[in-house]
């Protein structure tokens, strides 16, 4: 027999069926071996010498390997065929090399887990591929060298900054930049004229203004409203005549199969998802024996593939369908090193509703089996139609496009994502004759803006990454994940957004370590490690001349001072901290003290700001976020007024605006703060105010039957009053300054009523009598705000309807519009008493557990087995409680309860 080993248990489970008795299959769980995460792993000064650690919880998986191979001769190391698979099968033998004296050991490798590909894969054993090793290890030189070379110089340079990466730095750079361009984005405005045309017939359409006073219009002529109204004019004040007509048949072809780029974008644009998590799901994909290889820049098929999806096409779409000649794709990729085939379904005939799989993997493979059939289908057909309608005098000229599918083709089963504004095809046109009048309709001036340039996506930042030759495919996913993680760049809507570190780490390599952010230079660095992977380069060379220039500049830094980084920096960004203002004065004058001038500053909690250089007279600080048109950032660090000799200061901070006593010192580390409670705004707060936030918890008095005290306050879910441990909700924020003794005891009276802490019963605010099917009908109060209640059906009262006026005639049309739109039958609610025999066998428990505490001595191990045998024996048992989940669900009254 022989061991089989693979990267993962799922792998392993699928080939294992494959492969059968005579083989014994094992996961190695990823890398066995990496470098430590410490100085001198990789040492410069003896020829690069790396030095390896086995992971702990990888020594369990080489143990059990080192088991199987004592009764077995022979070694197959079957991990994923590309650079990173044969890195871990290098690793594996590395580990055992102590094992495999006399075992024979070879390496296979196959494109798509299916038993035909694993089958031939076994007839062409080889040896490791020394040359992918080594440009895996100069790959993870170069980043551990970055890494640990360029990461301390950030933290010592740049407080706030955490950490550097080689080609995580230069993706950053791409995201700040854009976002620069955007910042600096002056709109520009425009019109245009458009015009509603009526043909003989009674069939109208819509023409576009291109051309007035006989010269064709360029974008920006029309640059004012008074320009729009003036072509209006001269439209209006013309007939119009069809000029001409234009039909010309087009086609479009579709789209190569997917690769792992494109794979990742269109996944993010259909589904919004993210590469990481793309990723993740075609890797679940791959295992189980469905999709081809997922890391690959590949787009060419195997010729068996192709002629499967001929035939698949023919059968489900007839021979219309088919071209031909099969299609050939070449990839224009800049870089394309992997030898592998494209991402494509194993079994052309499975389509997705065949699959039981997750959701996520469902949606994944929808793509993949649809875009690779249609990437060998014919090419759609169309009739693309210009219609040009102008004056007699030639003055005035209008055009309307539209175009006609002819035949769907590939778009019958598949049509690419687009990004941002990539146009749309033309709406069709109706029957226009050359030389017919067009009669005139509604004449529309339309303003528009110059638009900046898009933020990126994940898959629009992947495709210019592809485009500059940055990154490869295995890498796209975990350099997202890095700068995201670390905090330099934040997804909102799917859109990358550079966080304000994001920008101070890109400004620091940039003036300092400019070279290795330059994507040219990035992308010659992935070049020659291709070449090392093609036996053109040796790894040792490339790893020299780039520590040579490389450490010489972390040299260079040594004696710069933070002060220095910062006053660069300072510079550098000036643009995006101190953008134009709107009455033309200077972007760094102090907004407050209008004297002193604004300057990038840093924290004690090693964070950057912008403050007044005129401190300590004045203390305006904001964040480095530009601060936007509104006035915002003016009333930030806003002096009120005074109290007992300290400012009472308004302040914008990350979690929006508050009030602050004082400030920060050795002996106050924490001064007085209250937040600004919603529905208050910025120009309402004034030092009362501020002084009457901060004065809270405010003491109403002591509790007329025990004496303790109650207090009115403000905290995570709004306004409430105390009373020991007792929190009740108020309705109004202004509530807090103003609620007296009797108010507070009746808010807690009632509180009380509804009974203690979540989920507790709440009385009826009314009860109207039995409903004509049974059962009480009651009006509750809830959180949000009063609803009838019939067994188990919920409504909520109309807002202009008073509890305390609602009759059963208002009621019963209530129910039953809910119950309707709920889609079940209304019902008195039943005493939940089939629950009951459930919990009976809690009892058979206790032994399991004796029994699972007696097998360990450890502690911790004794209470993980309980639980476990807890929840397994829960497990066995929950049918019994199936009918729990039918439960309607209803607003819990107890759920406006203040924690505090």
């Known amino acids: 027999?022989?061991?089989?080993?693979?990267?993962?248990?799922?792998?392993?489970?699928?080939?294992?069926?494959?492969?059968?008795?005579?083989?014994?299959?094992?996961?190695?769980?990823?890398?066995?071996?990496?470098?430590?995460?410490?100085?001198?792993?990789?040492?410069?000064?003896?020829?690069?010498?790396?030095?390896?650690?086995?992971?702990?919880?990888?020594?369990?998986?080489?143990?059990?390997?080192?088991?199987?191979?004592?009764?077995?001769?022979?070694?197959?190391?079957?991990?994923?065929?590309?650079?990173?698979?044969?890195?871990?099968?290098?690793?594996?033998?590395?580990?055992?090399?102590?094992?495999?004296?006399?075992?024979?050991?070879?390496?296979?490798?196959?494109?798509?887990?299916?038993?035909?590909?694993?089958?031939?894969?076994?007839?062409?054993?080889?040896?490791?591929?020394?040359?992918?090793?080594?440009?895996?290890?100069?790959?993870?030189?170069?980043?551990?060298?970055?890494?640990?070379?360029?990461?301390?110089?950030?933290?010592?340079?740049?407080?706030?900054?955490?950490?550097?990466?080689?080609?995580?730095?230069?993706?950053?750079?791409?995201?700040?930049?854009?976002?620069?361009?955007?910042?600096?984005?002056?709109?520009?405005?425009?019109?245009?004229?458009?015009?509603?045309?009526?043909?003989?017939?009674?069939?109208?359409?819509?023409?576009?203004?291109?051309?007035?006073?006989?010269?064709?219009?360029?974008?920006?002529?029309?640059?004012?409203?008074?320009?729009?109204?003036?072509?209006?004019?001269?439209?209006?004040?013309?007939?119009?005549?069809?000029?001409?007509?234009?039909?010309?048949?087009?086609?479009?072809?579709?789209?190569?199969?997917?690769?792992?780029?494109?794979?990742?974008?269109?996944?993010?644009?259909?589904?919004?998802?993210?590469?990481?998590?793309?990723?993740?799901?075609?890797?679940?994909?791959?295992?189980?024996?469905?999709?081809?290889?997922?890391?690959t820049d590949g787009i060419d098929m195997a010729p068996e593939a192709v002629m499967a999806a001929r035939d698949e096409i023919k059968r489900r779409f007839g021979d219309n369908y088919v071209p031909s000649s099969p299609r050939m794709y070449k990839n224009k990729a800049k870089n394309a090193q992997e030898a592998h085939e494209c991402i494509r379904p194993t079994d052309m005939s499975t389509s997705p509703d065949k699959l039981k799989l997750a959701d996520d993997q469902w949606k994944l493979y929808d793509l993949i089996w649809k875009r690779t059939l249609a990437s060998q289908m014919a090419a759609a057909m169309m009739e693309r139609t210009t219609v040009d309608v102008g004056s007699a005098d030639g003055q005035v000229e209008l055009r309307a496009t539209g175009q006609v599918l002819t035949f769907d083709g590939f778009l019958k089963i598949y049509d690419q994502g687009r990004d941002d504004d990539e146009g749309e095809d033309g709406a069709r046109l109706p029957q226009i004759m050359q030389g017919e009048p067009a009669k005139k309709g509604e004449i529309t001036p339309e303003q528009h803006f110059t638009q900046p340039p898009p933020r990126y996506t994940e898959a629009t930042l992947v495709k210019r990454m592809e485009e500059l030759g940055i990154g490869r495919p295995s890498t796209y996913a975990s350099i997202l994940t890095t700068i995201v993680d670390r905090g330099y760049v934040r997804k909102d809507k799917n859109r990358l957004i550079p966080e304000d570190t994001g920008r101070l780490v890109t400004a620091f390599l940039t003036n300092y370590f400019r070279r290795y952010v330059e994507y040219d230079f990035t992308a010659d660095m992935e070049t020659e490690l291709d070449d090392i992977s093609a036996g053109d380069r040796h790894y040792k060379e490339v790893l020299a001349r780039f520590w040579r220039d490389f450490s010489?500049?972390?040299?260079?830094?040594?004696?710069?001072?933070?002060?220095?980084?910062?006053?660069?920096?300072?510079?550098?960004?000036?643009?995006?901290?101190?953008?134009?203002?709107?009455?033309?004065?200077?972007?760094?004058?102090?907004?407050?003290?209008?004297?002193?001038?604004?300057?990038?500053?840093?924290?004690?909690?090693?964070?950057?700001?912008?403050?007044?250089?005129?401190?300590?007279?004045?203390?305006?600080?904001?964040?480095?976020?530009?601060?936007?048109?509104?006035?915002?950032?003016?009333?930030?660090?806003?002096?009120?007024?005074?109290?007992?000799?300290?400012?009472?200061?308004?302040?914008?901070?990350?979690?929006?605006?508050?009030?602050?006593?004082?400030?920060?010192?050795?002996?106050?580390?924490?001064?007085?703060?209250?937040?600004?409670?919603?529905?208050?705004?910025?120009?309402?707060?004034?030092?009362?105010?501020?002084?009457?936030?901060?004065?809270?918890?405010?003491?109403?008095?002591?509790?007329?039957?025990?004496?303790?005290?109650?207090?009115?306050?403000?905290?995570?879910?709004?306004?409430?009053?105390?009373?020991?441990?007792?929190?009740?909700?108020?309705?109004?924020?202004?509530?807090?300054?103003?609620?007296g003794m009797n108010r507070a005891v009746e808010v807690l009276a009632q509180k009380l009523a509804r009974g203690p802490g979540r989920g507790a019963a709440a009385q009826p605010l009314k009860d109207l009598g039995e409903h004509p099917d049974g059962g009480p009908v009651q009006v509750m109060p809830g959180r949000y705000g009063p609803y009838v209640k019939w067994g188990k059906v919920n409504a909520t009262l109309p807002k202009d309807v008073e509890p305390a006026d609602v009759t059963m005639e208002i009621a019963l049309p209530l129910l039953e519009a809910k119950a309707s739109k709920g889609g079940k039958k209304a019902t008195a609610k039943k005493p939940a008493a089939k629950k009951a025999p459930a919990k009976k066998p809690a009892a058979k428990k206790a032994p399991a557990k004796k029994a699972a505490a007696e097998k360990t001595t450890a502690a911790k191990k004794t209470t993980a087995k309980k639980t476990t045998a807890s929840k397994t024996t829960a497990a066995k048992k929950a049918p019994a409680k199936k009918a729990a989940p039918k439960k309607a669900a209803e607003p819990t009254p107890g759920d406006d309860v203040i924690e505090g």
């Open 552 to 739: 010489a500049a972390i040299g260079e830094t040594a004696d710069l001072r933070i002060g220095e980084v910062l006053t660069k920096i300072d510079e550098v960004l000036a643009p995006h901290l101190y953008p134009p203002r709107a009455d033309g004065g200077d972007p760094r004058a102090c907004p407050l003290c209008n004297e002193g001038r604004l300057h990038l500053k840093t924290a004690r909690s090693g964070g950057a700001f912008i403050g007044c250089g005129n401190y300590p007279e004045c203390r305006y600080t904001r964040p480095l976020s530009a601060p936007g048109d509104d006035e915002t950032a003016a009333l930030d660090g806003k002096v009120l007024g005074q109290d007992e000799g300290q400012d009472i200061t308004l302040r914008i901070g990350r979690f929006g605006p508050y009030v602050q006593k004082g400030e920060a010192s050795e002996e106050v580390p924490k001064p007085p703060r209250a937040s600004l409670p919603k529905g208050w705004s910025l120009e309402s707060i004034d030092l009362e105010r501020a002084m009457m936030l901060l004065s809270l918890p405010r003491q109403i008095g002591a509790h007329p039957e025990d004496g303790e005290p109650v207090e009115a306050a403000i905290g995570r879910f709004g306004p409430y009053v105390k009373h020991n441990k007792t929190y009740a909700n108020l309705p109004d924020v202004e509530e807090v300054f103003t609620i």
């Open 1 to 295: 027999m022989a061991v089989v080993v693979v990267e993962s248990p799922a792998k392993a489970k699928t080939i294992n069926k494959y492969l059968g008795n005579d083989y014994t299959v094992l996961a190695s769980f990823g890398h066995v071996r990496d470098l430590p995460p410490k100085d001198g792993s990789v040492d410069p000064e003896h020829d690069f010498e790396m030095k390896w650690e086995v992971a702990s919880d990888s020594k369990k998986h080489i143990r059990a390997i080192a088991e199987a191979l004592a009764s077995d001769d022979e070694l197959i190391l079957a991990t994923d065929p590309d650079r990173e698979g044969e890195a871990i099968s290098w690793h594996l033998q590395e580990a055992l090399a102590s094992k495999l004296k006399k075992k024979k050991v070879s390496r296979v490798t196959f494109n798509a887990i299916t038993k035909s590909a694993i089958t031939e894969a076994m007839k062409a054993p080889r040896e490791v591929d020394q040359a992918l090793v080594e440009a895996y290890l100069a790959r993870r030189a170069l980043d551990y060298l970055v890494g640990f070379n360029l990461s301390p110089v950030l933290w010592r340079k740049l407080p706030g900054a955490k950490s550097a990466g080689r080609v995580q730095s230069v993706c950053l750079r791409l995201i700040v930049e854009r976002e620069m361009e955007i910042e600096a984005f002056r709109a520009r405005e425009y019109w245009t004229v458009s015009a509603v045309l009526e043909t003989p017939r009674g069939q109208s359409f819509t023409a576009r203004l291109t051309v007035l006073g006989g010269k064709k219009l360029d974008k920006f002529d029309l640059g004012t409203a008074t320009d729009a109204e003036l072509a209006v004019q001269a439209v209006t004040s013309r007939d119009l005549t069809v000029k001409s007509v234009e039909a010309k048949p087009a086609s479009r072809n579709p789209y190569p199969p997917f690769m792992t780029s494109t794979l990742q974008q269109e996944a993010s644009r259909k589904f919004g998802m993210g590469a990481k998590a793309c990723m993740s799901a075609a890797q679940r994909l791959y295992e189980a024996g469905h999709i081809t290889y997922m890391r």
